[in-house]
């Protein structure tokens, strides 16, 4: 099922380009809600392959990636938080900082189970 969401998701990107050479309104406005739709579903069939497979991981192997998504995540936070003071940006956005910890943490320690045989 993945592997079809992605080739539906990764065709509709290649064609992106010729939709917008076209110019129509209303088949622009289709593509994209078309877009939007099938790349929602591409990313809740990514979570739930993840959370299935977690269940069928070893105590050790599952604690040691809860430790590593703590450390990563701490990590990537104050190291976010340090480049938006350093950098002296507007406005500090704390809901960003962590939105983008989690999810860099969460890639770099769960991502391989996608593609894990089970």
Same mark, same amino acid.
């Given at each position: 099922?993945?592997?079809?969401?992605?080739?539906? $998701?990764?065709?509709?990107?290649? !064609?992106?380009?010729? !939709?917008?050479?076209?110019?129509?309104?209303?088949?622009?406005?289709?593509?994209?809600?078309?877009?939007?739709?099938?790349?929602?579903?591409?990313?809740?069939?990514?979570?739930?392959?993840i959370i299935v497979?977690?269940?069928?991981?070893?105590?050790t192997d599952f604690?040691?990636?809860?430790?590593?998504? $703590?450390?990563?995540?701490?990590?990537?936070?104050?190291?976010?938080?340090?480049?938006? !003071?350093?950098?002296?940006?507007?406005?500090?956005?704390?809901?960003?900082?962590?939105?983008?910890?989690?999810?860099?943490?969460?890639? $770099?320690?769960?991502?391989?189970?996608?593609?894990?045989?089970?």
């Amino acid at each position: 099922m993945t592997k079809i969401s992605f080739n539906i $998701t990764a065709i509709l990107t290649i !064609v992106l380009p010729l !939709v917008f050479i076209l110019g129509n309104e209303q088949f622009i406005n289709n593509y994209i809600a078309i877009y939007g739709i099938n790349f929602f579903i591409f990313l809740t069939i990514i979570a739930i392959t993840i959370i299935v497979r977690l269940k069928s991981l070893s105590k050790t192997d599952f604690k040691s990636r809860i430790i590593n998504f $703590t450390k990563y995540f701490i990590g990537y936070f104050l190291f976010s938080s340090l480049f938006f !003071v350093i950098f002296k940006y507007d406005s500090f956005d704390i809901v960003r900082i962590i939105a983008i910890s989690f999810g860099f943490s969460f890639g $770099t320690n769960f991502f391989d189970l996608l593609f894990k045989k089970n």
